[in-house]
Each structure stands twice: as structure tokens, then as C-alpha cells.
């Protein structure tokens, strides 16, 4: 090939060599890691598996090597600094001394993660700086640990290897010929693109690039550790290492009252036990075993919904599909999201614990809080769903729920036929409509969790939308609910619209009237509204505060179920606990939640809220609410003028101090000893 009919630029000829060379190494990292866990994964998982932890783990090893080569593709894309790499020695060798150096940390986290591995069986993870906080003890336990001798000696050997082969990759490489401005530029856009596009790790509608919880796609943990990458592990997880650990003690002096509220029979203050077993009911009283519906609306705050008062005098009806189905159900008009994000709400459903976690981010992104332990593995024989509209890469919640549910079926962006309307995937519609199709088409009884996504800015109204109507309300109605604007107010409008067409389409399926259905948001919304009272917006309730039904027509045309409202305060730990009895399962439970339909628990009804920091704790109990954030306060939630109660209630105000710092207690705790029954 002629130096001046260059097909490939030596430029990029270079930059290959040093992406192939140095992926390789990692490549064979990943092969003797495959070879230590193999009696582990070959004999208890299919090759798919296996082969699939290997796929993603060497997208972690491409991203690796290409954040690794991005200065030397730089200097080498950019004509002038190329031209001073070939001319000036002292130069190639700067480089070379650096990537020498570069290469020889990352085998050395590499050479540690394989000690890290034979000690703790798991990656290298953030939790090894903990360990370095005593150098001496540190350097004992690894000279009486390991052969350090023969380990410095092979990372030397290594590294100088790689050093060789860096080296004389550049030492070769000549400076590109003039190509003219045009082609020299497309090629450099070239390359750079497609570095990106190896590092970003995937490319999907959503445009979620490839993230830890991708590699926690199986039951099985020794999957997720081929699938990890140790330099990666050890960025994923520093956040969560700077998070506010569990207070043991505290959790242990909280203990009794919360053992004692959640009926704990065999309470424990020395093992922390929360363990409650529910028999269930035998399958020969059982005419057919009961699927289970899980409806998780986004942002559906209850002062903006149907049940809320209107004082502007004109008639309004913001969710008239909700609405209608509240008069068949069991209505929680006190249901709360005990902490507020999407992720925190999915993380405390799925779990039954307060996603408390603040200070080291959503316990859903946090990988050392991903083993845990989610009550619908307790239903035995049945088919088990997850369906959201878009990416379960958002928030890392692929691998929470994947890593977790035996047998999952996430189906997701990717599983559906609808396109998707916008940033958050599939309209509400359209995933209704085809949530419904997989239910029906399920071989087994069901359990099905259904996150919908459209009240979410953009507000998108799609052009398939089955008749609905889009309204231009006043701005006395839009200030009377707490509306941003007109699109809001539909984008809400729109999305119980959507609910509305799935039980049009759901009651006319086989399984209808052999399912029981639980509605309610995954968290409110900060906006104040003028159809609250003083003492409510106070405590910041409407962040939190969504409506919850439970529908079953079948339970309610045997007489199983009275529809009706419950007054009482509740929340999403409830949900499973509640479900789970009413279809018979047979259960254990270590969890904050409780089931509602038992009358036992109507002795002492209250619900704890988290907030926007560690130190934020609320309580709603009898019609109060207590917060402590910047100061005390306590409120009556329907007083007509806000009156703060803390010094003038004493006792109350002691009682809901004392549980509502319990609750969090308990709820740090749990997060980080949820672990799965045997």
C-alpha cells in the first residue's frame, strides 16, 4: 500500500493496534476469572447465561480500553500533536512512561480483584477503602495472605510487556500524509464516534448506555461477577460507599416497638428479626389460584386527582376512569410513598422497606444494596411480570429486579410492537393495551407489576389515543389542583384515560374476574395546590399522598371483598403483604409492610415518610402529621389555619417523634439486611 493512497489512515491503523492489544489483555483477565468460577456457573446455568455475562463483560473491558486510549487518540488524531510524536523522542517517551504507569494500576486493581475474589468471593468493590483505613493491618493481612513476592513480580513482568508492545506500536507509527482538510477531518470524526459508540456499550431507544445492572441479569451472583469489570466496579460503587451506613444500635433500641406494630411473633432485639410466616390458604379451598395486578401510576398525587375537593365552584372530574373504579374498590384515600422518586417508590413496593437512603443515592443504583429479598418470590407456580414502557436501565432497576425475581419476565423497550412516543418509551396507552395481550397469552396464573410513565414531562399526547379529548381548563381550576399548565393537566388526564382503556379491554379476558387489581402512584408531586389545607401542604404531604384502590369484581361478587373506604393511613410496603393474603399465598416476611385486610392492624395505624435527606422523618398518625426538617413541627393535617402543635401537644407530639425515628432506623437497617430466605 502507497504512503500516499492511504486507504486507512495510520492514524487509526495505530489507534486499532493499541485497542486490540490492549483489549486483549482484559479479554484474557476475564477468561481466568471464567475459569476460577467455573465449577460454580457451568453446572447451575444455561450456556446463554454464561455466554450472555461474557458478551456484557467484554462491552465493560471495550469501555475500559477505550477511556484508556482516549489521550493517546488525541495525539494522535490531531495532526500537529501526531507530527510531534514521530518527530521528538523525548515526547514518544513521556507517552510511553505515562501509559506504562496507567497500565500498571489498572493491573494492580485487576491483581487485587483476584485476591479480593479468593477472600470474599465478589468483585473489588469500594468497600476495599474501608479496609486500607489501617495501612499496617492491611499490609499484614496481605503479606500473610498472599504470595506478594511472586505477585510484584509478575505485575512487573507484565506491565513491562505491555510497555514493550505500547512502545514500539508508536515507534512504528509514522505521521499520516496530507490528506486535505476534508478527509482528515472525516476520518478524526470517524474515529472518535465510533470510540464513543464502544464505550457507550449499547444503543437503544432510550439512549441508556451500558450500566452495572446490566451484569445482574441472573438469580445466580457468580453471573454477575464474570459479567463485572473491577476498574468499573470500583466507580459504580464509590457513591454508595459515601452513603450514610445502617446505625446497628439504634435499629436494636427501635427494635421492640416495631417488632410489636409489625406482630413479629418470636421478636429477637439480639438477631433483629422480623421474620413473620403467613400459612395461607390450602390449595384443596381453593377453587382456582388468584392473579395479581399490580398498576403503578406515575407521579398520580392525590390532590390533583378526582377525589380531591374543587373550590372553584365549577364542575371538574381530572380522573374520571380512577374515579369510577374507587366506587367498586377498596379505597385508601391516606396512601403513601414513604419516600419520593420514581426509583425510591419502585425499590420500597417491590421490597416492602423505605427507600431511606439519601446520602448514597437511590438504594435501586446502589450495588451493595442489590441482593435483596422481594416477596414475589413467594408466589409459588406462578408466572411472574414486569412491564415498563421504556428502558429498565433507567435507575438501574434491570438488575434490582432481575438479579432478585426467579423467573422474571421484564418486558421492556425492545419487547413491544408500539413505537415509542418519547424519552420515557411506549404511551400508556399502548402499554396498557399490550400488558393486557401478555396476560392473556400467560400459560400459568400471574403476578404482574405494570409502571406507567406518561404523566412525565414532555406531557406527550400520542396521535393513537383512542378518542381522547384534549381540555383547555382555567387558570382558577389549574391553581385549584396544583397544575403547572394546560399540558399537565391532560398529560394526568390522559394517562387515567389510558387506565380507563385498559379495563375495557381487560374485562373482556378470561382472567378478569380471577384477578385482583391494586392502583396507586408511585409518588406525589412538590407543587402546592389550593385545595389543601395549611397544615398538610406543612408537611409537605402532597409529595407523597396518592390514592390507592384494590378491585377485584370477582372477590366482591363472592363476598370475599367489600368495596368501601378504609380512612386508615398506609403505604407501598403494604401492597404485597395485602395482596399476597388475599390470594391465599403462603408467605414469609422480613419486610415493613403489613396486610390490610387483617383487622389486627387497625390497632395503631400510622405511616412513616422519609424526605429529602437523612435527617428528614415524618409520621401521619390520627389525622397528624409530624416532621422534623429544620426543626420540629406538628401539625393537624385538616386544620383550617396552620397551627404548629409541637409545645402545646407534649405527648402526642413525643409518641410520633419517638416512631417516626424508629421507622427510619429500622428501615436503614433493613436495606442492608433484607438478605433472600434460603
Avoid at 4 to 22: K, Y
Avoid at 227 to 250: I, R, S
Avoid at 398 to 420: D, Q, T, Y
Avoid at 506 to 531: C, E, M, Y
Wanted: charged share 20%; proline share 7%; aromatic share 12%.
Amino acid at each position: 500500500m502507497k504512503r500516499n493512497n492511504t486507504v486507512i489512515p495510520p492514524f487509526l491503523r495505530t489507534i486499532g493496534v493499541l485497542f486490540l492489544g490492549t483489549l486483549l489483555v482484559l479479554v484474557l483477565a476475564r477468561g481466568a476469572m471464567l475459569g476460577l468460577l467455573w465449577p460454580e456457573v457451568i453446572p447451575n446455568n444455561p450456556a446463554s447465561d454464561v455466554l450472555k455475562a461474557l458478551y456484557i463483560g467484554v462491552k465493560f473491558d471495550i469501555r475500559l480500553t477505550v477511556l484508556g486510549l482516549i489521550p493517546v487518540a488525541l495525539i494522535l488524531g490531531i495532526p500537529p500533536l501526531e507530527r510531534l510524536l514521530t518527530q521528538s523522542r523525548p515526547f514518544r517517551r513521556l507517552i510511553d512512561l505515562l501509559y506504562m504507569l496507567a497500565f500498571a494500576a489498572m493491573a494492580l486493581v485487576y491483581i487485587i480483584d483476584f485476591g479480593w475474589f479468593f477472600y470474599m468471593h465478589t468483585r473489588v468493590d469500594a468497600t476495599l477503602f474501608e479496609l486500607t483505613g489501617d495501612p499496617e493491618i492491611a499490609r499484614s493481612m496481605i503479606w500473610e495472605s498472599y504470595p506478594v513476592v511472586w505477585i510484584a513480580l509478575g505485575l512487573a513482568a507484565a506491565t513491562a510487556l505491555y510497555a514493550l508492545f505500547f512502545s514500539k506500536t508508536l515507534a512504528r507509527h509514522q505521521a499520516t500524509p496530507r490528506l486535505g482538510w476534508k478527509r482528515r477531518t472525516g476520518w478524526s470524526v470517524f474515529t472518535f464516534v465510533a470510540l464513543f459508540l464502544l464505550g457507550y456499550g449499547q444503543i437503544s431507544a432510550n439512549l441508556f448506555p451500558l450500566r452495572w445492572s446490566n451484569a445482574f441479569f441472573s438469580v445466580d451472583k457468580n453471573i454477575a461477577i464474570l459479567a463485572l469489570n473491577p476498574v468499573q466496579n470500583l466507580y459504580d460503587t464509590a457513591k454508595a460507599a459515601q452513603g450514610v451506613p445502617p446505625n446497628v444500635e439504634a435499629a436494636r433500641e427501635s427494635y421492640p416497638r416495631v417488632a410489636s406494630w409489625l406482630r413479629v411473633p418470636n421478636p429477637d432485639p439480639g438477631k433483629l428479626n422480623f421474620l413473620r410466616t403467613v400459612p395461607g390458604t390450602p390449595a384443596a379451598e381453593q377453587a382456582k389460584p388468584l392473579n395479581v395486578v399490580v398498576i403503578i401510576m406515575e407521579s398520580l398525587t392525590w390532590p390533583r386527582t378526582s377525589f380531591s375537593p374543587n373550590l372553584t365552584g365549577t364542575p371538574e372530574d381530572t380522573t374520571p376512569n380512577l374515579a369510577a373504579l374507587a366506587k367498586d374498590s377498596l379505597y385508601y384515600p391516606l396512601f403513601f410513598a414513604p419516600t419520593r422518586t420514581t426509583a425510591r417508590a419502585i425499590f420500597t413496593t417491590m421490597t416492602g422497606i423505605p427507600d431511606v437512603n439519601r446520602s448514597g443515592g437511590t438504594s435501586s443504583r446502589n450495588q451493595a444494596l442489590v441482593d435483596q429479598n422481594l416477596m414475589m418470590n413467594e408466589f409459588k407456580g406462578y408466572a411472574k411480570y414486569y412491564m415498563i414502557g421504556g428502558s429498565a436501565s433507567w435507575a438501574n432497576i434491570r438488575g434490582f429486579l432481575s438479579h432478585n425475581v426467579e423467573g422474571l419476565h421484564l418486558l421492556e423497550e425492545g419487547s413491544w410492537k408500539a413505537p415509542n412516543t418519547d424519552v420515557w418509551g411506549l404511551s400508556d396507552l399502548d402499554l396498557f393495551r399490550e400488558a393486557a395481550d401478555a396476560l392473556t397469552a400467560s400459560p400459568k396464573p400471574f403476578v404482574a407489576v405494570i409502571q406507567t410513565a406518561g404523566f412525565h414531562r414532555p406531557y406527550t399526547i400520542p396521535e393513537d389515543n383512542a378518542g381522547f379529548e384534549i381540555k383547555h381548563p382555567s387558570e382558577a381550576i389549574i391553581k385549584n389542583y396544583g397544575f403547572t399548565g394546560a399540558d399537565e393537566y391532560n398529560s394526568l388526564r390522559f394517562s387515567d384515560h389510558a387506565l380507563g382503556e385498559f379495563f375495557k379491554i381487560a374485562r373482556k379476558q378470561p382472567w378478569f374476574q380471577n384477578t385482583v387489581f391494586a392502583i396507586f402512584g408511585d409518588h406525589g408531586l412538590n407543587d402546592t395546590s389550593l385545595n389543601m389545607p395549611p397544615g398538610y401542604l406543612g408537611c409537605r404531604l402532597q409529595s407523597n399522598h396518592t390514592p390507592m384502590l384494590i378491585y377485584a369484581p370477582g372477590l366482591v361478587a363472592e363476598g370475599k371483598l367489600t368495596p368501601g373506604v378504609d380512612p386508615r393511613p398506609c403505604g407501598q410496603p403494604d401492597i404485597f403483604p395485602t395482596l399476597a393474603s388475599l390470594a391465599g399465598i403462603p408467605y414469609r416476611y422480613n419486610a415493613l409492610g403489613r396486610n390490610l385486610l387483617d383487622p389486627d392492624t387497625k390497632r395503631d395505624e400510622m405511616q412513616f415518610l422519609g424526605g429529602d435527606s437523612e435527617s428528614t422523618v415524618r409520621l401521619v398518625e390520627n389525622g397528624y402529621c409530624y416532621i422534623r426538617e429544620n426543626g420540629e413541627h406538628l401539625y393537624k393535617m385538616d386544620a383550617p389555619v396552620l397551627e404548629d402543635l409541637i409545645n402545646s401537644d407534649p405527648e402526642r407530639a413525643d409518641h410520633m417523634r419517638r416512631y417516626a425515628q424508629d421507622f427510619y432506623n429500622v428501615s436503614k437497617y433493613l436495606l442492608f439486611n433484607n438478605k433472600k430466605f434460603d
